[in-house]
C-alpha cells in the first residue's frame, strides 16, 4: 500500500513535470492561447492529485505507527473498534464509521 502510494506519487509529479515543460514552450498568454487554458487546467488537476496521494501516504504512515504501537483498529476520537469491515475498505482509516460521519456532517 505504501509502495503504491509513492510509485503514484512519482508517476504523478512526472505528469506534473511534463506539464510544465509543455507550459514553458507556449506564449505564456492563456487568455490568447487555444493551448495555454488546457495546459494550465491539466498541471493544476496534476499538482491537485499529486497532493491526494501525499495525504494518503501520510494516512499510510499514521496507520503503521498506529500498528507499531498497539492502537491500530481503535477509534483514535472514540477509543472504540473501528470494525473489520471499514478497515477492510479503508485500511488506514483511523475513526470509527460513527466518529468519521459525525466529522463529516461538522465540515458540511
Known sequence: MQHDARARIAALREVVDDLIASAS???????????G????????????LVEQAQARLAEIDVALRRLEGGSFGDCARCGQPIGAER???RPAAALCVACAASRARRTL
Open 25 to 35: 514552450s507556449t506564449t505564456g498568454d492563456d487568455e490568447h492561447d487555444p493551448e
Open 37 to 48: 487554458a488546457t495546459i494550465g487546467f491539466e498541471r493544476a488537476q496534476a499538482l491537485a
Open 87 to 89: 478497515l477492510e475498505a
